[in-house]
């Protein structure tokens, strides 16, 4: 069992930045992933990026390196450092975390983002 939970969300005016913190607790090293999403109103869960617990990390296309995912082991936490924010950034950011036995993602409750001037 592993619960996440995130923080930093929040209104940003547009060009701004926001860093977000995920959490992780319970069995944290059977996590062997982790990923940030993202969801709009109306629009499907999209994927922002994903890192090994070694620290390799894997970008959508879509991102256009605005985006950075880093990790801290010792404090079990996983970041999503956002710059240059655009409206059609707002949405609801979720962390999740894969384990391998079985095979399943656990999500945190989401955060949300809104970017408006």
């Known amino acids: 069992q592993v619960q996440l939970v995130e923080s930093g969300g929040g209104l940003v005016q547009p060009g701004g930045s926001l860093n977000l913190s995920c959490v992780a607790s319970?069995?944290?090293?059977?996590?062997?992933?982790n990923g940030w999403y993202r969801q709009a109103p109306g629009k499907q869960r999209e994927l922002i990026g994903t890192i090994t617990t070694g620290g390799s990390t894997d970008y959508a296309d879509s991102m256009e390196g605005r985006f950075t995912i880093s990790r801290d082991n010792t404090k079990a936490t996983v970041y999503l450092q956002m710059n240059s924010l655009k409206p059609e950034d707002t949405a609801v950011y979720f962390c999740s975390a894969r384990v391998p036995k079985p095979p399943y993602d656990y999500w945190g409750q989401g955060t949300q983002v809104t970017v408006s001037s």
């Open positions: 319970g069995s944290i090293f059977s996590i062997y992933a």
